[in-house]
């Protein structure tokens, strides 16, 4: 993968993949070469592993449900998606996504640079795995020792 700034081609079978212990798989496109204006990434969602905690960001951010399903968590709600379904979260929408009955495969972009993000309190997000105990606006204090660090990619999207 390009280690500096410019254009370059990666497939995602040989892109750096994080997760680990009780977290689920994600592609990770960029690297050592952030990108300043939107992040992008595929996340396989695992039931029974922790993807993202419900949270909001003052920036948009857009999943494409690939294969499977998986609960959206969103302001509250709850519901379910599917293939091909398309969730746009505008600016400081709490959210989650989080797989139940089998693994989901979800496109994910967002805008950057997030400048804030809150991890609320929500019943529904704990009931599901993807709540804090406390809020906080901290991304060490909600992840604790959950998370990711570079793994091999494991043939998911094979």
């Known amino acids: ?71 959206l968590l969103i302001d509250g709600e709850e519901r379910r998606l599917g293939q091909w379904d398309f969730v746009h979260c505008p600016p400081d929408a709490p959210h989650a996504l989080v797989a139940k009955e089998e693994p989901c495969l979800v496109l994910q972009v967002g805008a950057r640079p997030a ?10 997000a704990r009931r599901h795995g993807a709540g804090v105990e406390r809020e906080t606006s901290s991304i060490a204090e909600a992840y604790g020792e959950r998370r990711r660090r570079p793994i091999p990619y494991g043939g998911w999207l094979d």
């Open 1 to 71: 993968m390009a280690e500096e700034r410019g254009w370059f081609v990666v497939n995602a079978r040989d892109a750096q993949w994080r997760g680990g212990g009780e977290r689920t798989p994600i592609c990770d496109f960029e690297g050592d070469a952030p990108f300043p204006e939107i992040g992008i990434n595929v996340t396989l969602l695992e039931p029974g592993k922790l993807g993202a905690l419900y949270h909001s960001e003052d920036v948009q951010e857009d999943f494409l449900v690939l294969s499977g399903s998986c609960l």
């Open 115 to 124: 400048r804030r993000i809150l991890y609320p309190e929500s019943e529904l």
